[in-house]
């Protein structure tokens, strides 16, 4: 399970990005974030995979918990938790699609037949040889996707991964995300589009000004609650 209570983050130039959210989310259930841009859906992914505060410095006060443990440092976090960021881009480091999805393993020292094994999950195994400059933004997720499921973590922590990709790339990042739910990942996805929540999220919360300001899959329902804080309704998808 992870779980996190009453975390608040605060950045150094005092913006108070998260104030108090207690969440709990039971593993290999899907669980999505939505809410208005500044709302901490980030920063909640973010501090949820530990990259907030080791490696974005922040003000942190509560806990995250995994299997009741404290997050370990990001050296070994790979292990547990797969991060995917927002810009699939800035996440590239490799020439080619086999290498990149191989980065996390070969780091690792684990054999590179994990990193296959993932890329055919997620149904980009013909891409091998491709340039990753070559790949399509929702090929991109995908391969990231590939390399941090070659290290097998438990929990994959998604923000906001459709924000860049036009209908295909959503229906594909959809048909990915369901086949990891089917394997039981725990999954947390931070998430503007609530058409893709309401096809694959377990639970959904939805946050204002750095708090829970609803709960519940059924909220995704509620066209007139979602407006007023200022959420699209899976409709306007």
């Keep these: 399970m992870l779980e996190c209570e009453a975390l608040a983050v605060t ?14 989310v039971p593993s290999g259930s899907f669980l999505g974030i939505c809410g208005a841009n500044g709302s901490g859906k980030s920063t909640l992914a973010l501090a949820l995979g530990g990259i907030i505060p080791q490696a974005i410095e922040a003000q942190v006060g509560g806990a995250v918990l995994l299997d009741g443990k404290p997050l370990p440092p990001l050296n070994e976090i790979v292990r547990s938790v797969g991060i995917l960021f927002q810009d699939a881009e800035s996440q590239i480091v490799s020439v080619t ?6 980065f996390v393993t070969d780091n690792l020292g684990m054999p590179r037949r994990r990193a296959l094994a993932a890329m055919r999950l997620m149904g980009i195994l013909r891409l091998r040889g491709r340039l990753t400059t070559e790949l399509s933004e929702g090929e991109k997720q995908r391969l990231l996707l590939s390399s941090l499921l070659a290290a097998e973590p ?7 991964p459709s924000a860049f990709l036009d209908s295909r790339g959503v229906r594909d990042l959809y048909e990915a995300l369901l086949r990891l739910k089917k394997r039981g ?40 609650l979602l407006s007023s804080l200022g959420v699209c309704s899976p409709h306007d998808f």
């Design 11 to 24: 950045y150094p130039d005092g913006f108070r990005a998260l104030r108090g959210i207690t969440l709990r």
């Design 97 to 102: 699609a086999e290498e990149e999805a191989s």
């Design 154 to 160: 438990s929990v994959l922590i998604l923000d906001e």
């Design 185 to 224: 990942k725990t999954i947390v996805c931070a998430e503007q589009n609530t058409a893709l929540l309401a096809k694959i999220a377990d639970d959904v919360v939805v946050l204002k000004e750095g708090r829970v300001a609803a709960g519940g899959r059924m909220v995704l329902r509620r066209e007139k």
